[in-house]
């Protein structure tokens, strides 16, 4: 088959690995991570533009190197081929290898930030999408000191605490390592991360299998969501986490 | 020859007129953002005559309702919003227990929670302040809130209103669960359910039986006065 994938930079190097490995012939794009941090519209409109630069008969299906990304994919529809999304909530599911481990390790670990190679290599947005960014219009970017400046240092310290660190509830990094790393660099700097933080640290095996049955074509239902053409992504409040629908919007 | 009557009312309109600017300066205070202006002054005015729930709704609500038409407005940001909200809140703190002693009620008694797995707060207590600012009575649950912990909560504390938060997709069900706990323990037609979180839109809300969603936490006063009848 000939595949057309649109991914999130998050994903390059598991992606890079699975496509070698494909016996299938992939043509990739990738997309900014920084994309998460705008506006949900907004990250639709953009994968929807490159979805349809790609929407093109020359290709068997269209895969989706995403997860529902807080919606930032509901709504994206395909007109002409089919379209392969993952059910998953976010990258995660991908890089543990099934939306059920996710969930599990979910349950038993709240206030849990993950790590893996694609989050750390891609940590800083570039300045358009930064600007664009909700934490950045909605002042949760400001540093303590623009806080004392603006608002005196009473103020700043409450809004600081209230604003600035959505991770204040958070309590440990969880080191995603997928086996294709080069070294243990990604472990280090997590390891870094969370001592400055003072938070708990965890090493888990990923699994690249979910990936490589993407981009195999293996696409069961209860792990891909396979959209025909002339339909868009629902979200969907159940253990499949994604249905489809016909029409390009509501 | 001097009037005697005008004499005694000039003499005792004085300290009213004052007070009503000290109390403009109250109203003046939330909407800066002033928290110690905003508790001195109401300090102040308890120690007098002044009617505490008129200080709740003719300066305070008011001050709070004039901030979030600015937010609304892109007037101002979050960060106005919550230092407003929290002058009030700090106001509020002074105002309660004389509101208490003289049996006077607010709009109504809200628990605000993010729901189980999600740990997110930024959002929730941001709507926890303006509710609290729009005249109801908050009772921030916190983060992570089991759905059986709700239930508890709307039995003993009398509540009207439930407002549940998620900042994941991945917690979204536990709005639902949380809906089906209510539901279970038979309490349901006591309150009215509000959703809200980035993930969230209306048509989940309707979706797992919520009764109202907002976009904003603006909004979502609004939409909680509705629910109230206010």
Known sequence: ?250 | MQNPDKFTKEKNLTPIILAMKDLKELYEAVITGDAVTARSITEEALSGETDPLSLVSEHLTPAMDEIGRRFEASECFVPELLLSARAMKGAMELIQPRLLESGVELLGRVIVATVKGDLHDIGKNLVAAVLEGGGFEVIDMGVNVEPEKIVETIKEKDVQIVVLSALLTTTMPAMKTSIEAIEAAGVRDKVTILVGGAPVTQRFADEIGADGYSDSAVGAVAVARKAVGA
């Open chain 1, 1 to 250: 088959m000939r595949l057309k994938l649109i991914s999130c930079e998050v994903f390059s190097r598991e992606m890079e690995t699975a496509i070698d490995r494909s016996p299938n012939e992939v043509d990739v794009d990738y997309l900014p991570k920084g994309l998460h941090e705008i506006p949900c519209s907004q990250m639709q409109d953009r994968i929807q533009e490159v979805v349809d630069q790609g929407d093109d008969s020359k290709y068997d299906a269209l895969l989706l190197g995403y997860g529902l990304c807080s919606n930032g994919l509901a709504g994206i529809h395909t007109r002409n081929i089919p379209m392969v999304m993952p059910r998953a909530h976010d990258c995660i599911t991908l890089l543990l290898g099934s939306k059920e481990r996710y969930l599990d390790y979910f349950n038993e670990h709240p206030g849990v930030y993950f790590k893996s190679s694609g989050w750390i290599e891609n940590e800083s947005s570039s300045d358009e999408l930064s600007q664009l960014s909700i934490a950045q219009t909605s002042g949760m970017n400001s540093s303590y000191n623009e806080l004392v400046d603006k608002y005196g240092e009473d103020n700043a310290k409450f809004l600081y605490r209230e604003l600035c660190d959505f991770t204040h509830n958070y309590g440990q990094f969880t080191y995603i390592e997928m086996g294709i790393e080069p070294d243990d660099r990604f472990e280090k700097h997590t390891r870094e991360k969370a001592s400055e933080r003072g938070w708990k640290f965890e090493k888990v095996k990923g699994d690249l299998s979910m990936i490589q049955r993407m981009l195999n074509g293996i696409w069961d239902d209860s792990e891909f969501l396979v959209l025909p053409p002339g339909s868009r992504i629902e979200p969907k409040c159940d253990a499949g986490i994604i249905t489809s629908t016909e029409g390009e919007s509501q």
